[in-house]
């Protein structure tokens, strides 16, 4: 495991989700107040970027928006149908206005 910057805590607006790629990683973070999630940004049905979807801040989850699979931010396990297999998670760790990952 190592951890590397992601990014700073004013790139991504609250309630919103934005993509990073790092190295073989595409990850998917979103933030929600002050609360942040970091999952694989790509949905297990196809391959599309769930950083595009809707998030849904009560259910701590975010929808593809390709055919409506939901994702959650803390388990990665999809929802609903048609996605079966979860996306993996990626731990983070906010300190002041860095925002850290960590990845295998
Ligand atoms: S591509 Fe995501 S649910 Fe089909």
Partial sequence: MT???LCSTDDVE???ARRFDFGP???CVVRIGD???AIGDRCTHQDVSLSEGEVHPD???IECWKHGSCFSLVTGEPSSLPATK???VY???VDGRDVF???P
Wanted: net charge negative; proline share 12%; charged share 40%.
């Fill in 35 to 37: 609360d942040w999630y």
């Fill in 59 to 61: 259910e701590l989850e």
């Fill in 3 to 5: 951890e590397e910057k």
């Fill in 86 to 88: 979860p996306t993996p």
């Fill in 14 to 16: 609250p309630g919103t």
């Fill in 25 to 27: 990683h595409r990850i």
């Fill in 91 to 93: 731990e983070l760790r």
């Fill in 101 to 103: 990952v960590e990845l």
